[in-house]
């Protein structure tokens, strides 16, 4: 059993993705010989029915949706190749599929692909390459994170449709430098791995049927060995040409009319479907530490061969019923403990009986008679993605067991008669209903799942997967984790609350170029318009801009939005979709070289009571600054600086030159201190008034030392001398200020030349107190700067 004791009860993200590396064992194993737990954080996934995301693709399993389509014309002519009735040599048993939209569709520059190379490129790889992309980010960080570790890649792949096209031997002249790599199954693994420079172990795996779930399992022996601190395991499938399904009508195991109906005395055979998945697997421990979502616990995997049997593709029931004991042994669990099994269930006559047989013969032993153990298959929906089938039951379950709710089976009307359910201890589920709890001497057990895979030479492989400790983020959570790459974002408690309703919160988001950013753009606002977090639960805004700002992959084109809620954020990014989209082709390329920045630092005027209050309680880096000002400050006089700044607004002083330039001084240092933690650096700085000395100090002409005493004895010099005399700003131009300095007098001067037709006046405080009534008067703008 895993240790909830020890995760972090704050949820909150205890470290970064750094430091995750640090908390990885070097092996993993129980004392007891059982497999030490490990935590599903993250999915991508492109499948039929448009579930181009997980949230998609629960709707669909949740709604009990049936994907499956006739064959596009864009694939291959039915008319042609498909006929009616018993396969017939070079034709088609079945016109159907389950399909995914735009598999055509690739933006290789996001990968660094030239376009060249991408059009050589088997659409596995690409789609591969996508939701590997999805999964990473989904578990909560950026992929440049991963950059350089110790993250392993193993994928099932077993079609190879584009390889059989791209090589010719009708026309030789086809054939590219790309042709190779473009086509290679080993590629498939190895260029998620060079995309994203990761360095663990990097396989293909083909063992047919089973080859996503064989990946499942060598992706967690891999991290259980120490190999990989993290791990990419998924499959893919695409039916790009008829040749392999007439080869499989002519093997008998399609279905006629399209449907997987298993475990149903109908079922006469699958159909195929194309897709991909990912998941990003870790150690439990350290998921649970650093406050991720967990989808799914892997209690234990394992994999066996059927041996010699009746044929070779004809499945062996006993090696079935022993690699699902092992697998409990791994566990250590009871099988009688398991509450789903996820069936291969392909829908043939043959292997539905046998698998059925099996799962009943082992979980379905010393079973209560009031719990029978549930069977389903995910075929039922989306038929058979063949080497991907595996991925997406891993899929499945994970979100079952996130959302505590089972989808229905579908086209089960009748069983098969050579299942006996009941005998069995099995029922089928034909609607999709909450996942119940059980307990054992009072005390509730954790939902347990189990997964078969079966590649039709025999190759076998089991998953064992239970839902996640109960000290993780909850099912009504959303998808979006606040935290960053290097430092956690932390809860800030606003004080008091009152003060800070519906703040606005800066919202980012970056992509590679000007077109990916209106595609980016436009797919943010629909969620935010369409798509409630899960479970409908209200998610905190901060927590996007935190999710988009520290665990989204940036770009060189980026925009940002200011923001008070939900509504504000959809709006704003829609606004801004259609603009990106309303532009010409010829005007969206941007200036992508390197823009320098400039420090500008304001002079007293525009400090306010609450002044720097949020950052003083959000950053360390801040708070040092304003710490060690006021340490610097106390040498000069008897005050204090953070009691200055932490007054209410009745009882402020910031009103009073002598308290409002060191303040001001102090926050302008602790704001530059923040952008240069964040790697902001000014190419040149800029002052005015008391904004000169933090203008000075950040470029190094003046020490803090040095600074900190000038900010200090200029507010007290400046407040002695503000009884007799007074400064106002005004809205003229020099040439318009002569004729009002004419009737004046000598007493007023121009003090600052702010722009063309804004200055600064100083005088004796009775003429500029005069002087600004007869401005007031006039309509021409006059105000009087707080000293």
């Known amino acids: ?47 039929p029915g448009g579930a181009n995301d997980w949230q998609t693709f629960w709707e669909l399993l949740n709604s009990g949706r049936d994907a499956i389509t006739e064959t596009p014309a864009d694939r291959w002519s039915t008319e042609k190749f498909y006929r009616a009735g018993s396969a017939a040599p070079g ?27 991408a059009a050589m490129m088997d659409p596995q790889q690409r789609l591969l390459l996508e939701v590997a992309w999805r999964a990473i980010e989904d578990a909560g960080t ?72 064989l990946a499942v399992h060598l992706a967690c022996e ?33 279905s006629p009319d399209g449907r997987c109906k298993t475990f149903d005395r109908r079922a006469n055979g699958y159909v195929r479907s194309e897709g991909a998945g990912m998941v990003l697997i870790r150690p439990l421990a350290a998921a649970v530490a650093d406050g991720d979502l967990i989808y799914a616990v892997i209690r234990a995997t394992a994999t066996n061969q059927d041996g010699r049997t009746a044929g070779l593709t004809v499945p062996n029931g006993e090696a079935q019923q022993q690699l699902i004991r092992t697998a409990c042994k791994q566990a250590g669990i009871a099988p009688h403990a398991i509450d789903y099994v996820e069936a291969h269930g392909t829908g043939t006559p043959v292997g539905d009986p046998i698998e059925a047989n099996a799962i009943g013969s082992v979980v379905g032993r ?43 089976h579908l086209h089960f009307q009748q069983a098969n008669p050579a ?60 998808d979006v984790r606040a935290g960053g790459d290097n430092q956690p974002v932390p ?60 665990r989204r992959s940036g770009g060189q084109t980026r925009m940002a939005i200011v923001a008070r809620d939900h509504a504000d954020c959809a709006r704003l990014f829609r606004q801004a979709a259609t603009s990106l989209a309303d532009q010409p082709p010829g005007d969206r390329h941007a200036d992508l070289r390197p823009q320098e920045v400039a420090f500008v630092f304001s002079g007293q005027g525009p400090q306010w009571w609450a002044m720097g209050r949020r950052l003083f309680a959000s950053s360390g880096i801040f708070r040092r600054v304003i710490e060690d000002c006021g340490a610097e400050f106390s040498r000069y006089g008897n005050w204090s600086l953070v009691e200055e700044l932490l007054r209410d607004e009745a009882s402020s002083r910031l009103t009073l030159t002598r308290f409002a330039q060191p303040a001001i001084f102090a926050v302008q240092a602790g704001i530059a201190a923040v ?89 004796a405080a009775r003429d500029i107190e005069q002087l600004a009534s007869q401005l007031e008067e006039a309509g021409i703008f006059c105000r009087r700067p707080d000293c």
Not at 168 to 173: E, T
Not at 450 to 471: D, M, Q, R
Not at 728 to 751: C, D, H, M, T, Y
Request: proline share 6%; charged share 15%; hydrophobic share 40%.
């Open 491 to 550: 809860r800030i408690d606003r004080e008091p609350a009152s003060e800070w309703v519906s703040e606005p919160l800066l919202v980012p988001l970056a992509a590679r170029d000007l077109r990916s950013l209106a595609a980016s753009t436009a797919t943010l606002a629909d969620w935010l318009e369409d798509k409630q977090p899960l479970g409908g639960a209200d998610l905190n805004l901060s927590e996007i801009a935190a999710f988009l700002a520290h």
């Open 91 to 117: 034709k088609l048993l079945s016109r159907w599929g389950g399909h995914i939209t735009d598999i055509d569709a690739f933006d290789p520059r996001a990968f660094g692909i030239s376009p060249r190379e």
């Open 1 to 47: 059993m895993y240790d909830t004791n020890r995760s972090n009860p704050t949820n909150q993200p205890s470290g970064s993705r750094r430091s995750r590396q640090a908390s990885h064992a070097t092996a993993l194993s129980g004392d007891d010989g059982t497999n030490v737990p490990l935590a599903i954080v993250g999915i991508g996934c492109r499948l």
């Open 366 to 408: 010393d079973r209560p008679a009031d719990r029978p153990c549930l069977i389903g298959s995910v075929k039922t929906n989306i038929g058979h993605l063949e080497a991907a089938a595996g991925i997406a039951s891993v899929i499945k379950v994970a979100l079952s067991l996130h959302h505590r709710r089972i989808p229905a």
């Open 419 to 478: 299942i006996d359910f009941d005998k069995l201890g099995l029922q089928v589920p034909t609607v999709s209903c909450d996942w119940p709890t059980t307990s054992q001497q009072g005390h509730p057990q954790p939902r347990l799942a189990a997964i078969n895979g079966f590649g039709y030479g025999g190759a076998n492989a089991h998953v064992i997967l239970g839902e996640a400790p109960s000290t993780g983020p909850s099912p009504d959570q959303a």
């Open 222 to 254: 891999s991290i259980r060995r120490g190999e990989s601190q993290m791990a990419l395991a998924g499959g893919v499938n695409a039916l790009l040409m008829p040749d392999f399904t007439v080869a499989f009508s002519q093997l008998g195991v399609l």
């Open 142 to 213: 950026a992929p440049r994170a991963l950059a350089g570790q110790d993250v392993g890649v193993f994928i099932g792949i077993s079609s190879f449709d584009h390889a059989v096209a791209s090589l010719s031997f009708q026309d030789r002249g086809v054939i590219t430098p790309y042709s190779n790599t473009g086509g290679s199954s080993s590629i498939a693994a190895n260029r998620i791995s060079y995309s994203f420079d990761l360095r663990g172990p990097s396989l293909a795996i083909d063992t047919a049927c089973s080859s996503s779930l």
């Open 675 to 763: 952008w240069r933690h964040w790697g902001i650096e000014p190419a040149a700085c800029v002052g005015h008034s008391v904004g000169e000395i933090a203008a000075a100090y950040v470029t190094g002409a003046l020490s803090f030392e040095q600074a900190c005493q000038v900010a200090f004895h200029r507010g007290r010099t400046m407040d002695l001398a503000s009884s007799h005399g007074a400064m106002i700003a005004v809205g003229l131009s020099r040439l318009e200020l002569e004729s009002w300095l004419a009737k004046a007098g000598p007493n007023i001067s121009v003090a600052a030349v702010n722009g063309p037709t804004s200055l600064t006046l100083s005088g």
